[in-house]
């Protein structure tokens, strides 16, 4: 089945440790994103790709990190400089032509905390 | 910048019943596109419905409507004969042109309770 694989489903960090999060898509999509999503409340996206070895920062990129090597894989690390990292985080994809309808796509979520 | 807002943070209807969840955005664009997505408390989060803001009619999708005021700049998500499987949380979302890159802004989201 297409989809979106997110890995792990939780993530444990030690105070100056980066993590790294995993995202796998095979819908064959040209954009990706990551958003943290905090407790009651809506998405906020921290980096986003359209195409292979491009990314641009989203509303709160600081302290963290993305790579587009391929087109179906986008990770994100949450580096030691990001002091509040314990949220839930979720990738997304889409296929991002063809006007504003293409919804995007989402994982099932990473939830990482604080040791 | 464009913005949703979302003033109900939780919403309660009996099983089989219908119910609407509120949504008003706010855009100086005249290209957008409006969706919603449900989120159950594993944590995915669905795709609904989508309408754009030169539709004519009202989407729908199944058991899901859109009731599209755009002079009113609303986009209200109705749930009809509500389902026990329908408590989740509810996101509206609003797709903002920048740049050549399509950009989803959420709002705060709305937890609905079915009950039966």
């Known amino acids: 089945d297409g989809g979106i694989t997110q890995s792990p489903k939780y993530l444990f960090r030690k105070e100056g440790q980066n993590v790294t999060l995993s995202c796998e898509q095979n819908?064959?999509?040209?954009?990706m994103y990551w958003y943290r999503q905090d407790p009651g409340q809506g998405l906020r996206l921290i980096y986003y790709?359209?195409?292979?070895?491009?990314?641009q920062k989203g509303d709160i990129a600081e302290g963290y990190s993305v790579s587009r090597e391929k087109k179906e894989s986008f990770p994100l690390t949450v580096t030691s400089a990001q002091k509040n990292p314990t949220a839930f985080y979720l990738c997304?994809?889409?296929?991002?032509?063809?006007?504003?309808?293409?919804?995007?796509?989402f994982g099932d979520g990473t939830r990482l905390s604080i040791l | 910048a464009q913005k949703i807002t979302q003033t109900q943070p939780g919403m309660f209807v009996q099983e089989k019943e219908a119910v609407t969840l509120d949504c008003t955005y706010d855009?100086?664009?005249?290209?957008?596109?409006l969706f919603w997505y449900k989120q159950p408390s594993s944590g995915e989060m669905i795709f609904l419905i989508y309408?754009?803001?030169?539709?004519?009619q009202n989407a729908t999708e199944g058991r899901y409507s859109l009731n599209f005021q755009k002079a009113r700049k609303s986009a209200n998500l109705v749930i009809s004969a509500s389902q026990l499987g329908d408590s989740a949380m509810y996101f509206c979302?609003?797709?903002?042109?920048?740049?050549?890159?399509?950009?989803?802004?959420f709002g705060t989201g709305t937890r609905l309770l079915v009950s039966p």
């Open positions: 997304a994809s889409s296929i991002d032509r063809g006007g504003v309808g293409q919804p995007q796509h």
């Open positions: 819908l064959n999509h040209d954009a």
């Open positions: 790709s359209q195409i292979v070895n491009d990314f």
């Open positions: 855009t100086s664009d005249q290209s957008y596109g």
């Open positions: 309408q754009g803001s030169y539709d004519e």
């Open positions: 979302a609003m797709r903002e042109v920048f740049t050549g890159f399509q950009k989803l802004v």
